[in-house]
């Protein structure tokens, strides 16, 4: 499975848009972009994926540009429960496949 | 959505006694389960891959006499961390995932274990 590579930390303002980027640039046509988030001490919670399409749900948006190579994650106004832990993974489909975890982004939204 | 549930969340026991964690889809059929291990500070570390029905596959490195895994049922895993020790004592996390392709893995809340 693909690596992926997310800054290790970002801050944002309560209310305004979280931006949080991933490049992924060995991802093959067959991977999957997915996006978790872990607040402390609880388990991962799942955000959003997407294969080639942007794609959006009631919690955030995804964007992946025409290659592939990097993906954003966009919560649109970021609130201070917002904050967490962000993991961007890729991954083949299939049933026994692992989710590869990283250290992921530290978000942290400020009042 | 889809919810995982992670039964105990938390557990104080000492050295040498067994303990039972249990995993739950509660509103999907999960074809297959995952169970992960985090230290503090760290991120997660996959331990082992069940599907219903079968032998767990573990991660090189983990013992598979210390963690047994089974996933009786498409709603239910248990993990037993036998004979349990001091470093044995971390935060357990679950996941399930439904069918086949591209579904994601939904995560128990899980389980902080302290080994006295």
């Known amino acids: 499975d693909a690596k992926t590579t997310q800054p290790t930390s970002m801050d944002c303002a309560e209310g305004r848009a979280a931006n949080l980027p991933c490049n992924h640039s060995?991802?093959?046509?067959?991977?999957?972009v997915y996006w978790y988030r872990q607040i402390h001490s609880q388990g991962p919670q799942y955000i959003i994926h997407g294969l080639k399409n942007n794609e959006t749900n009631e919690m955030a948006s995804l964007i992946i540009t025409e290659d592939r190579k990097s993906s954003t994650l966009i919560l649109p106004h970021a609130t201070l429960r917002d904050t967490a832990v962000y993991y961007c993974?890729?991954?083949?489909?299939?049933?026994?496949?692992?989710?590869?975890w990283g250290l992921g982004t530290s978000l942290a939204v400020n009042p | 959505g889809a919810v995982v549930s992670q039964h105990p969340s938390w557990v104080i026991c000492k050295s040498g006694t067994s303990v039972k964690i249990e995993c739950r889809s509660l509103d999907f059929q999960a074809t297959t389960m995952f169970w992960y291990r985090q230290f503090p500070k760290q991120s997660l570390m996959l331990m082992a891959t069940?599907?219903?029905?079968?032998?767990?596959?573990?991660e090189q490195g983990v013992e598979k006499d210390k963690f047994l895994i089974n996933h009786a049922s498409l709603t239910l895993s248990t993990l037993t961390v036998t004979s349990a020790h001091p470093e044995d004592s971390s935060f357990y996390i679950c996941?399930?995932?439904?069918?086949?392709?591209?579904?994601?893995?939904?995560f128990g809340d899980g389980t902080r274990l302290s080994i006295l």
């Open positions: 060995t991802i093959s046509g067959n991977e999957y």
């Open positions: 996941s399930a995932r439904a069918d086949r392709g591209g579904q994601p893995q939904h």
């Open positions: 993974i890729v991954r083949f489909a299939g049933n026994n496949r692992k989710l590869i």
């Open positions: 069940s599907n219903e029905g079968s032998k767990a596959t573990y």
